[in-house]
């Protein structure tokens, strides 16, 4: 799919299908040897089993361990069970069994309901299908962001995320959606969207739907265009046009180097920008907030919040 396309219907409503919670997928075109692969499975297969067998005898052994074996003996008559380990030992394998069952039992879940479904289901495809999406980390992460270094903050991962070198290095900043890729390859079979469609591309959802990397770029730059357009008919027939101007001067002078390299925008522009229009007995948050209104932009967009942080 080239950039600047609008997304499919039948795209969109998938994506939207895969994770309502989701809000940003990448794809790509695993190009990676079949027999690679085969091998890379084995190897987690294998790892796998040792694990599960690991939980098994914890089980198993902690059926007398924690005297569930002694009670019931006594309970139905029946010869005794060896009892319960001191309570000291016992308090040890407690550590060793919670920290055993919070951490290898999501992963062995994870890993048969997800990469082992899909290879049991499509086996190897060459080209492969793949699909991340952020982890919990990674969105607590941009959630956390102020608002005016927060759209910064997603490019600069969305960056190392497209890095055919590595592909999301961290590698805890992305998780690969396994069942998603089973519901992707089983369109393609059928042929209802074909593979090529999930070439290397960041899909993000927006209110209007799911877009690509490229068009959120441009409906932000086109938002914040006219944001700026609207502000300055607005000053004018209010006859402060000289804010507009003061406003301006200030954002060239402060966000832009003498080489004409961009500097990115410190609390001080924020601070300067809202001290003018306090000067001049404006509000600029109400003023944001009625442009927001005729362009039909959702008060919590990323165009309203900075304004809000400027008049703080």
């Given at each position: 799919?080239?950039?600047?396309?609008?997304?499919?219907?039948?795209?969109?409503?998938?994506?939207?299908?895969?994770?309502?919670?989701?809000?940003?997928?990448?794809?790509?075109?695993?190009?990676?040897?079949?027999?690679?692969?085969?091998?890379?499975?084995?190897?987690?297969?294998?790892?796998?089993?040792?694990?599960?067998?690991?939980?098994?005898?914890?089980?198993?052994?902690?059926?007398?361990?924690?005297?569930?074996?002694?009670?019931?003996?006594?309970?139905?008559?029946?010869?005794?069970?060896?009892?319960?380990?001191?309570?000291?030992?016992?308090?040890?394998?407690?550590?060793?069994?919670?920290?055993?069952?919070?951490?290898?039992?999501?992963?062995?879940y994870?890993?048969?309901?997800?990469?082992?479904?899909?290879?049991?289901q499509?086996?190897?495809?060459?080209?492969?299908?793949?699909?991340?999406?952020?982890?919990?980390?990674?969105?607590?992460?941009?959630?956390?962001?102020?608002?005016?270094?927060?759209?910064?903050?997603?490019?600069?991962?969305?960056?190392?995320?497209?890095?055919?070198?590595?592909?999301?290095?961290?590698?805890?900043?992305?998780?690969?959606?396994?069942?998603?890729?089973?519901?992707?390859?089983?369109?393609?079979?059928?042929?209802?969207?074909?593979?090529?469609?999930?070439?290397?591309?960041?899909?993000?959802?927006?209110?209007?739907?799911?877009v690509?990397?490229?068009?959120?770029?441009?409906?932000?730059?086109?938002?914040?265009?006219?944001?700026?357009?609207?502000?300055?008919?607005?000053?004018?027939?209010m006859?402060?046009?000289?804010?507009?101007?003061?406003?301006?001067?200030?954002?060239?002078?402060?966000?832009i180097?003498?080489?004409?390299?961009?500097?990115?925008?410190t609390?001080?522009?924020?601070?300067?920008?809202?001290?003018?229009?306090?000067?001049?007995?404006?509000?600029l948050?109400?003023?944001?907030?009625?442009?927001?209104?005729?362009?039909?932009?959702?008060?919590?967009?990323?165009?309203i919040?900075?304004?809000?942080?400027?008049s703080?």
């Open positions: 799919m080239t950039a600047l396309q609008s997304v499919p219907s039948k795209v969109s409503a998938f994506l939207s299908k895969c994770d309502a919670s989701n809000e940003i997928y990448i794809t790509h075109l695993d190009e990676t040897p079949v027999s690679g692969k085969k091998g890379h499975f084995l190897s987690l297969f294998i790892l796998n089993v040792v694990w599960s067998i690991l939980l098994a005898r914890r089980i198993i052994y902690g059926v007398s361990r924690y005297g569930i074996a002694f009670l019931y003996s006594r309970m139905m008559s029946r010869p005794a069970a060896p009892p319960s380990m001191p309570l000291t030992t016992l308090a040890g394998h407690v550590c060793v069994d919670i920290f055993l069952f919070f951490v290898l039992w999501p992963t062995v994870d890993f048969v309901t997800g990469l082992a479904m899909l290879r049991l499509h086996k190897f495809p060459h080209p492969e299908i793949v699909f991340r999406k952020p982890s919990s980390a990674t969105v607590a992460n941009i959630v956390v962001q102020p608002d005016v270094q927060r759209n910064a903050y997603i490019d600069e991962v969305l960056r190392r995320a497209i890095d055919p070198a590595d592909y999301g290095m961290p590698w805890d900043e992305w998780l690969v959606d396994h069942r998603a890729m089973s519901a992707a390859n089983a369109l393609a079979k059928t042929g209802e969207i074909k593979p090529e469609t999930w070439k290397l591309t960041v899909w993000m959802k927006m209110k209007d739907g799911w690509t990397l490229e068009q959120w770029r441009k409906q932000s730059a086109q938002v914040t265009t006219g944001m700026m357009d609207l502000l300055k008919k607005k000053l004018e027939a006859g402060k046009q000289d804010v507009f101007e003061q406003m301006i001067e200030v954002i060239h002078v402060k966000t180097a003498s080489d004409g390299s961009p500097l990115p925008v609390d001080e522009v924020d601070n300067i920008i809202a001290d003018i229009f306090k000067r001049n007995d404006l509000d948050v109400q003023l944001t907030k009625e442009i927001g209104q005729e362009m039909a932009i959702p008060v919590d967009s990323p165009e919040a900075a304004s809000k942080s400027k703080k």
